[in-house]
């Protein structure tokens, strides 16, 4: 199983524009993380999808952070306009509902914002 | 709400000594705790877990007992090494009839972990 994969791993954009971060879960997984890691926060849930429905958005900071889940095998977070303070590392993570409590974890993406 | 407390870093610690990073949590009901460790440039890797009271999580020489009286679960390893060095997160998980969110992770700040040679 080639685990949770994230694209882009690094992206650098300037402030206004958007940015839209995709997360592959682990096949079979049917629930579906986005957690964003900064220095002064650590790890924060964003917000959480079971069989592609959003369950839960409350950590979602503000409406410019919007996220979906098309399919079972694909899920986007799109920051618009971005912001100089959404510079973060945003993790994705999949796990079985049901199963196991450990989450899987995507190896991230570093956004910055200038 | 759930929440993790762990000791603050950095930890520094020469290679071959005994490692005790502590853990404590609040939450209701019956969570389950993990280790996660982060090697640099990458995600999160979970290390070990206990999901009842008085279990004991082991992997890779490091260890964790689930103590429900103290609500702790410290990480243990007797002899780092240099390829220890990473940050280190406590995190639960909420389960049971606690009408918690039995789905997500509450993680701790994270303990950062230097071994030199």
């Known amino acids: 199983d080639a685990g949770v994969i994230q694209s882009p791993r690094h992206e650098v954009t300037e402030m206004g524009q958007e940015v839209t971060l995709r997360c592959k879960p682990i096949s079979g997984h049917n629930s579906l993380f986005w957690y964003r890691q900064t220095m002064m926060r650590g790890l924060e849930l964003l917000i959480y999808f079971n069989n592609n429905v959003p369950i839960d958005d409350s950590g979602m900071p503000e409406d410019r952070f919007s996220a979906k889940m098309p399919n079972a095998s694909f899920s986007t977070l799109k920051i618009q306009p971005s912001e100089p303070r959404d510079s973060a590392v945003y993790f994705c993570a999949s796990r079985l509902a049901g199963g196991p409590p450990d989450s899987h974890f995507g190896p991230g993406t570093r956004l910055t914002v200038l | 709400g759930d929440s993790v407390t762990q000791m603050e870093g950095p930890v520094t610690l020469s290679e071959e000594a005994c490692l005790t990073i502590?853990?404590?949590?609040?939450?209701?009901?019956?969570?389950?705790l993990f280790w996660y460790v982060q090697y640099p440039g990458e995600g999160l890797q979970l290390l070990l877990k206990?999901?009842?009271?008085?279990d004991k999580g082991s992997n890779k020489g490091f260890e964790a007992t689930y103590r429900k009286e103290t609500t702790s679960f410290h990480l243990e390893k007797g002899s780092v090494q240099v390829s220890d060095s990473a940050v280190y997160f406590c995190?639960?998980?909420?389960?049971?009839?606690?009408?918690?969110?039995?789905?997500?992770?509450?993680f701790g700040k994270g303990t950062l972990l230097t071994v030199n040679p």
């Open positions: 995190a639960l998980s909420g389960l049971g009839n606690s009408g918690g969110s039995n789905y997500k992770l509450t």
């Open positions: 502590n853990c404590t949590y609040t939450a209701t009901g019956y969570p389950s």
């Open positions: 206990a999901t009842k009271a008085d």
